[in-house]
């Protein structure tokens, strides 16, 4: 009789593997976050903040694996390809989940095929220009922009990158004819803003605030529904008399591609507790002028069925390719 049992037991956990560990509360082992970006960076500092407290939490190691290049796409590939039991996740922004597919005739991976968990913050980009620059809101820049063809020279991150992105389309349809210079990264557009080489540029707000209280730089406007806590004197675009412009970095959450919805909404639930900590929302959202988000799966996966139809036509009336 005892070995029938343990022949009946074990043609069951061969048919029923999953089952084995029903009962195991999620995470049993350390779980690592793939951030895309090299380590110091909103996204790395946004992903070892949450992996903290996450760990508090789950009383569980949660490690920070730093995966940057290729617009994100090396992370993409690398959780996309990882075991579908949460212990892989993926702190990624609109490019890895609506952008690339329009940039790049081929990707590495498939962003509708990663899960998603959870939007945990998003930042509202500020437009901004030198301080000596004729336009002290959104509509004198427009008007000046338009009687200077070609004469205004504005800064991106990077080809293809939601500071580039959002330019183009404000030069679109606003016909602004307007010479775009690429850089790689935020900090270098910065420089040659303070040196007069580049005359309008999008940015962060926790980038852009102390050049802007020492007067440097001005706040022409700034994306989202409200103003920013770090720069309350800066109007939204909508208040400026253009609420088609819009203009955010958001930060979100993916499993790999099969994730039961139990271990994805069990990750969620508590991404949702990290957000909503006073601690966490003091030092990573507040301190970084960053707007928490704290989605659930659903709407998470609402707001990129949204996002994706926006990006595609910026990404069209820019003219960006990658490839």
């Not at 110091?40 to 903040?49: E, L």
């Not at 095929?113 to 901004?128: E, G, I, K």
């Not at 406007?221 to 970095?249: C, H, M, N, Q």
């Amino acid at each position: 009789m005892k070995r029938v049992f343990l022949v009946l037991a074990s043609l069951w956990l061969t048919v029923f593997p999953h089952l084995s560990h029903a009962a195991d509360p999620f995470p049993a082992k350390p779980v690592r976050i793939v951030v895309p970006y090299p380590a110091g960076g909103p996204v790395d500092i946004i992903g070892r903040g949450l992996g903290a407290k996450l760990s508090e939490d789950w009383k569980m190691g949660v490690v920070v694996d730093n995966r940057p290049g290729a617009n994100e796409m090396i992370g993409a590939s690398e959780v996309a390809r990882a075991p579908a039991d949460g212990y892989t996740l993926l702190l990624a922004t609109d490019s890895t989940f609506s952008q690339n597919q329009y940039l790049y005739e081929k990707l590495s991976y498939d962003p509708n095929a990663l899960v998603p968990v959870s939007r945990v913050v998003f930042a509202n980009l500020v437009l901004f220009v030198p301080r000596d620059f004729p336009a002290t809101n959104v509509r004198e820049f427009i008007a000046y922009a338009r009687s200077k063809p070609n004469k205004i020279n504005y800064g991106s991150a990077g080809m293809g990158n939601i500071t580039h992105l959002s330019m183009a389309y404000v030069a679109k349809t606003q016909s602004l004819q307007m010479t775009h210079v690429p850089y790689k990264g935020l900090a270098p557009v910065i420089q040659d803003m303070l040196s007069g080489q580049v005359d309008a540029a999008f940015g962060v707000p926790s980038a852009l605030e102390p050049y802007i209280r020492a007067g440097k730089f001005k706040a022409l406007a700034i994306s989202g529904t409200k103003r920013a806590k770090l720069l309350p004197s800066v109007p939204t675009f909508a208040e400026s008399g253009y609420p088609d412009i819009e203009s955010s970095l958001n930060m979100g959450l993916f499993a790999p591609p099969g994730t039961p919805p139990d271990v994805v909404n069990a990750i969620s639930a508590k991404v949702r507790d990290a957000v909503n900590d006073p601690a966490f929302r003091t030092k990573f959202v507040d301190e970084l002028a960053l707007e928490a988000a704290g989605d659930s799966p659903a709407e998470f996966a609402g707001f990129i069925a949204k996002d994706k139809p926006l990006q595609k036509k910026r990404i069209e009336l820019s003219g960006a390719r990658l490839d």
